[in-house]
């Protein structure tokens, strides 16, 4: 019948006083509007802290002398977004890929207006304010004379600036792309040197395929791009695929505003149709490149008493590269959590 579920959800969704939208969405993006910043209302000047005390605790490890990380510097590259979830409650969680950016040499710096990747205004169907955040991002890299405009490992900041820039007719000057399609060339042309020799005793892997960025956007060539990576890190062999996969993949439940929504019984009954598909998998790993997709796969397996582990992409690249450090091993289970250290 080919009915757009998401749009549905969001034109009713859209019919709704904004007052009585779901709380939690509500706030997120209020937060966003407000802070100019992102979802969880941080100053910039927080966010500046952060980054810069990060970044110093990241030149102490070897290898990692000279690691430059910035903001609003203008002529980079690459202008990359961050999802506010990793400064505020794992700032850890910020030097894998910052090492991943390094090892390239890539010329990249954060921006500051609207900083925060994530776009809950969007899930609010609140059209003004989604429109606003997405003009302002692109505006001000336009400013900076970025090249590209890189999006982290997150599919609905993915699509919020995909579609934004579609929906509201937005002009830019940059290209918008998403890191994980980076991680793909940088291997190809070996400037990122992976390998899956790490892997002697044969963990298994999967992964997720963000409805945002595989279904709603970039289709399957993303999810080859991801699948890719994945084999690289792992081994070709390490990887079990989920059935179905790609752009015929199920949802997790944890997208379209539903981890803020407040239905958390509703979307833990949901999400029992993709814990069941990861089990069926075997796997120890479920490579998850979005924030709602880790957090909703996360929690599913805790709630229905599963033994995976639900990590970030940039964890496993860091972890064949001999790289990652010991802070940076929140989601690793213990056969991994002290592997290369």
Request: glycine fraction near 10%; aromatic fraction near 12%.
């Amino acid at each position: 019948m080919k009915i757009n579920i998401p749009q549905l959800i969001y034109d009713l969704r859209a019919e709704w006083p904004r007052e009585d939208r779901p709380k939690g969405i509500l706030g997120s993006c209020d937060h966003h509007v407000k802070s100019r910043g992102g979802a969880m209302g941080v100053p910039l000047e927080d966010f500046k802290f952060t980054v810069e005390d990060l970044a110093e605790e990241c030149r102490e490890q070897e290898g990692f002398e000279d690691l430059k990380v910035d903001i609003d510097r203008e002529g980079a590259f690459f202008a990359l977004n961050q999802n506010s979830r990793e400064p505020v409650t794992e700032p850890d969680e910020l030097l894998p890929l910052w090492k991943i950016l390094h090892t390239v040499g890539a010329d990249w710096t954060y921006y500051s207006e609207m900083w925060g990747g994530e776009n809950y205004c969007m899930f609010l169907a609140d059209d003004p304010n989604w429109e606003m955040i997405i003009r302002a991002q692109c505006e001000h890299i336009d400013k900076l004379g970025c090249k590209v405009f890189l999006n982290t490992e997150c599919g609905h900041s993915f699509y919020a600036v995909w579609q934004g820039i579609r929906r509201f007719n937005i002009p830019h000057k940059f290209e918008f792309r998403s890191i994980v399609e980076y991680y793909a060339k940088w291997i190809r042309e070996g400037k990122l040197p992976v390998n899956s020799d790490w892997n002697k005793t044969g963990i298994k892997f999967t992964a997720q395929d963000p409805c945002n960025v595989v279904r709603k956007s970039l289709g399957d060539k993303f999810a080859d791009d991801l699948r890719f990576v994945v084999k690289q890190v792992v081994g070709e062999e390490n990887f079990i695929d989920m059935v179905p996969n790609k752009s015929n993949n199920y949802c997790c439940g944890g997208g379209g505003g539903a981890l803020q929504a407040g239905f958390t019984e509703e979307r833990q009954v949901y999400g029992k149709v993709k814990f069941d598909q990861i089990q069926a998998t075997g796997a120890t790993y479920v490579v998850t490149p979005c924030h709602n997709c880790h957090a909703q796969v996360e929690d599913i397996g805790h709630h229905f008493g599963g033994e995976y582990h639900t990590i970030h992409l940039w964890t496993i690249i860091c972890l064949s590269l001999g790289i990652l450090g010991e802070n940076e091993r929140t989601y690793l289970g213990p056969d991994l959590a002290e592997f290369g250290l």
